[in-house]
């Protein structure tokens, strides 16, 4: 039973840094009096992996390789659609003092597997910051599939 000690302190070790929950909120103001947004511009987000399987009796190995792609702004949308705020095709100067600009960035890389993103609400009339988030997100997955996941524990914060 001792023997198997140490590789259970190490796997335990391992996943809590493949896991990352690290997240934060920044609140200046609040975001209830706003019913329009508009995201600014990103760019798709494409990894490739590739797996390995184990290799047959005759010592043969099979290879398969994914592409995953995704863009940022469309999980950005979808969310605060389904949070029931309106997007605006348009900066409207109109409505300008009830829409958040909504702008993403990739804030960090750490430990080569877990990625981090922060998004800014910023008042349109103003262009002053309403509020940020931030979180990290990693494990065994595609470097999309991880901002993916970056990108709605941040809102999931900002939002609870």
Not at 19 to 43: D, P, Q
Request: a neutral charge; aromatic letters at 10%.
């Amino acid at each position: 039973m001792k023997q198997f000690l140490p590789i259970f302190v190490c796997a335990l070790v391992l996943c809590g840094c493949a896991t990352s929950r690290y997240s934060s909120v920044n609140r200046v103001a609040s975001i209830e009096g706003y019913r329009f947004f508009y995201v600014l511009g990103t760019n798709e987000v494409v990894s490739i992996d590739t797996s390995v399987g184990l290799a047959d009796e005759f010592g043969n190995a099979s290879a398969s390789t994914y592409i995953n792609a995704f863009n940022p702004s469309d999980v950005i949308v979808g969310y605060l659609m389904k949070k029931g705020y309106i997007r605006a095709p348009k900066l409207d100067r109109e409505q300008a003092h009830k829409t958040l600009l909504v702008s993403y960035g990739e804030s960090g890389r750490h430990w080569g597997n877990i990625a981090e993103v922060t998004i800014q609400f910023i008042d349109a009339s103003t262009h002053e910051l309403i509020a940020s988030t931030t979180a990290a997100s990693g494990g065994i997955k595609s470097d999309s599939d991880k901002l993916r996941d970056a990108i709605l524990k941040s809102l999931q914060n900002l939002f609870e």
